[in-house]
């Protein structure tokens, strides 16, 4: 494997970013608008290195869709990890901050909090970490790496195509 430059690794971690996040909404049942690595800024003001961009609506009813909010939230940096061998606080600092802001309404405490982030990180990993849903951000990544926005069309069909390769 060939090395990259600086500007090139954080290219591919960004794809692999956005590309958990959408690995772990379809998962969820949600529904993409697009995904894309093209930097920006938000109406905040906000610098963002790409975006997952989710449609209103859930196409299933969520069990917990706050849970649901914190996962997808948590499976940027997670799948981010995937590539660099280490969890980016710094890249996924507005997601963390989202996380924790959904979580304080569940803990009462610092404590709680704590372990209830760490639970569903670690639920976050478990479920990324299966073979098609690995499968599907290496390819969702790849495609944004070579097009730099994917439709939420796009993105759908290449999670439905990973999860049946690796259930054959």
């Not at 069309?153 to 390769?165: D, I, N, P, Y």
């Amino acid at each position: 494997m060939q090395s990259l430059s600086p500007a090139e690794a954080e290219l591919v971690a960004t794809a692999y970013h956005e590309a958990g996040h959408a690995v772990m909404a379809l998962s969820l049942g949600r529904s993409i608008q697009k995904v894309t690595i093209s930097p920006r800024r938000t109406a905040h003001g906000e610098s963002r290195l790409g975006i997952c961009e989710l449609k209103k609506g859930r196409s299933r009813k969520a069990k917990d869709a706050l849970e649901d909010d914190a996962l997808i939230l948590l499976s940027g940096m997670v799948a981010e990890a995937r590539f660099t061998g280490e969890y980016c606080d710094r890249g996924a600092a507005q997601d963390l901050r989202l996380v924790r802001s959904i979580l304080a309404s569940r803990a009462s405490t610092l404590r709680q909090l704590e372990r209830l982030e760490k639970r569903l990180l670690s639920k976050t990993e478990h479920v990324l970490f299966e073979r098609g849903h690995a499968q599907a951000i290496d390819s969702i990544a790849a495609e944004l790496i070579a097009k730099t926005t994917i439709s939420g069309r796009a993105a759908k069909h290449l999670f439905e195509q990973s999860v049946k390769a690796a259930s054959q």
